[in-house]
């Protein structure tokens, strides 16, 4: 199973919008609703953010939202805060009580 | 309050083998799967292996198929990775996260703080 594919690197200015591909394939993002989203600062472990493609968890700020379309998804974070800069993975159920991740993204606030 | 710690890290050499272990409390631990995930230095997440929560159910990847064996005590509420045959390249933070599979939910809500394994001579 290769990861998923995200871009290496996003960054935007407190107060704007970014946005963070993740692309699979038709046997994992295409077909399952189950991506899920993690933040990860360093040295520490990672965090859900989001699941089901667009669910966010108790406590998660409501300016992390997430989308889907065919064999992408993506997760767009909202007045972007300094306390956002970190690493985030999406991961995608593949079937068969398995998991594939994306290669993350590191999100820069200017 | 939902904890996961991880031990049994350290270093070994080529070839060599080691057991990782998870603690687990704060929840049914019965009632969940867990997965084992790692990260190389410098590099991404890799979900590495699952378990159902009576251990009915275990998958691995490819990458460590054969090498790698995920196995739990429900009673003492432990979940373990042993692991042999290790490469260099499998040197990483080992993470052990629960997993929503047996509620028909795929993501991993709760993650340890991780344990170091270097595989080095």
């Known amino acids: 199973q290769s990861a998923l594919t995200q871009p290496r690197s996003v960054s935007g200015s407190p107060g704007q919008s970014v946005t963070i591909s993740c692309t699979g394939i038709?046997?994992?993002?295409?077909?399952?609703?189950?991506v899920s989203w993690y933040q990860q600062h360093p040295g520490k472990a990672p965090k859900l953010m989001i699941y089901?493609?667009?669910k966010r968890p108790s406590g998660v700020p409501d300016r992390f939202s997430g989308s889907k379309s065919g064999n992408t998804a993506s997760l767009t974070i909202s007045g972007l805060q300094a306390e956002d800069e970190a690493d985030y993975y999406c991961?995608?159920?593949?079937?068969?009580?398995?998991?594939?991740f994306g290669t993350g993204t590191k999100v820069t606030v200017l | 309050e939902v904890q996961l710690v991880e031990s049994g890290g350290g270093l070994v050499q080529p070839g060599g083998s080691l057991r990782l272990s998870c603690a687990a409390s704060?929840?049914?631990?019965?009632?969940?799967?867990m997965n084992w995930v790692r990260q190389a230095p410098g590099k991404g997440l890799e979900w590495l292996s699952y378990?159902?929560?009576?251990?009915?159910?275990?998958h691995s990847a490819d990458s460590v198929k054969g090498r790698f064996t995920i196995s739990r005590d429900n009673g003492k509420n432990s979940l373990y990775l042993q692991m042999n045959s290790l490469r260099a390249e499998d040197t990483a933070i080992y993470y052990c996260?629960?997993?929503?599979?047996?509620?028909?939910?795929?993501?991993?809500?709760?993650w340890g703080q991780g344990t170091l394994v270097t595989v080095s001579s």
């Open positions: 996260a629960r997993d929503l599979a047996d509620f028909n939910k795929y993501y991993f809500d709760y």
């Open positions: 704060g929840f049914t631990f019965s009632a969940y799967a």
């Open positions: 378990i159902s929560s009576g251990a009915t159910s275990r």
């Open positions: 038709s046997s994992d993002v295409g077909v399952y609703n189950y």
């Open positions: 089901d493609v667009s």
């Open positions: 991961c995608s159920y593949a079937g068969s009580y398995s998991y594939v």
